[in-house]
């Protein structure tokens, strides 16, 4: 029973030292051996490898990816017109020499993105200083963010830090708050001006439109009623030469339609009541007609 006891402790103790031995490196990761706090080796395949059990040799783990650095500051930078600014911007970057990198930074990735994150302010800082707000918003833009990624891949290779450098991007750059509240209300009034200066424009030219159209307006009707009232003075014209020759040639007709058109004149409306003597001369023309006397056309 003791022999079974021992072989299990037995085996239990090569297990854990084997464990201890023995450890897989990720693709995604260096795996840095410590020998009494020295660097021993320092392994960029992935697969499973072999080290010493501790407290002889130890396993550290860098990340071998792209890692991003974002912005954290909120102060202000100054331009070259020293307009206070207060940017964004991004940091893509990767440890290229583990070794250099433990060295100078330790065995944690956020070390070095702390080093960086100064070092990308710092070119930031001198570099738009050097740029007015307009070649800082546009024309300069691309330019400055080239010059900063050369100068902080400079700085981080002299210092012998064991990083690369990919990109560096600018993605906000905005006046400070105080700043910004003033240049909205600016930029609102003068937008104000310029829709009551548009509206009083175009106020004056709807007057201008509307007067025109109501001058031609009377102008048209004025010409349309000299026109209509001359036509119609051609028409009465016309209409009274041809009465005249025909009531010239026919002077009982001319007597017939005139009593004719008294009498249309006279009786209108049904409801007109007339109180006349059959005997007088207004029905003469009737009683002619119930005669049989009505005047003959020659």
């Known amino acids: 029973m003791n022999r079974v006891g021992f072989i299990a402790s037995s085996l239990l103790v090569l297990l854990a030292l084997a464990s201890s031995m023995l450890f897989v490196v990720d693709q995604r990761q260096y795996g840095v051996i410590y020998a009494l706090g020295q660097i021993k080796e320092v392994i960029t ?22 890692l991003t650095l974002d912005s954290t500051d909120t ?12 940017i964004d911007w991004y940091l893509r970057w990767r ?16 070390a070095g993105a702390n080093q960086l994150s100064r070092e990308v302010r710092n070119a930031f800082q001198e570099e738009i200083s050097k740029r007015t707000v307009r070649e800082l918003i546009s024309t300069k833009r691309e330019s400055l963010m080239v010059e900063v990624q050369r100068q902080v891949q400079e700085n981080v290779k002299s210092k012998s830090w064991g990083i690369e450098i990919v990109d560096v991007r600018l993605t906000r750059a905005d006046y400070v708050e105080a ?3 003033s240049v909205y209300r600016r930029m609102e009034a003068e937008r104000k001006r310029v829709a009551n200066e548009l509206r009083s424009t175009g106020a004056a030219e709807g007057e201008k439109i509307r007067a025109d159209a109501d001058r031609q307006r009377e102008v048209t009707i004025a010409n349309a009623y000299r026109d209509a009232q001359k036509i119609k003075g051609e028409g009465d014209g016309q209409a009274a030469s041809v009465y005249n020759d025909a009531f010239g040639r026919d002077p009982q007709f001319a007597q017939f339609y005139r009593s004719l058109d008294a009498y249309k004149a006279s009786f209108a409306k049904k409801s007109d009541v007339m109180v006349i003597d059959p005997s007088s001369e207004f029905f003469k023309a009737m009683r002619g007609a119930g005669a049989g006397s009505a005047p003959a056309k020659k």
């Open 95 to 110: 440890i290229s020499n583990p070794s250099e990198y433990i060295r100078a930074l330790g065995a944690d990735e956020k």
């Open 75 to 86: 102060e202000p930078v100054l331009t070259a017109e020293k307009q206070r600014l207060v």
């Open 45 to 66: 395949e992935p697969g499973l490898n072999f080290k010493l059990p501790p407290p002889f040799q130890d396993v550290k783990y860098l990340d071998k990816r792209l």
């Open 179 to 181: 700043i910004t509240e």
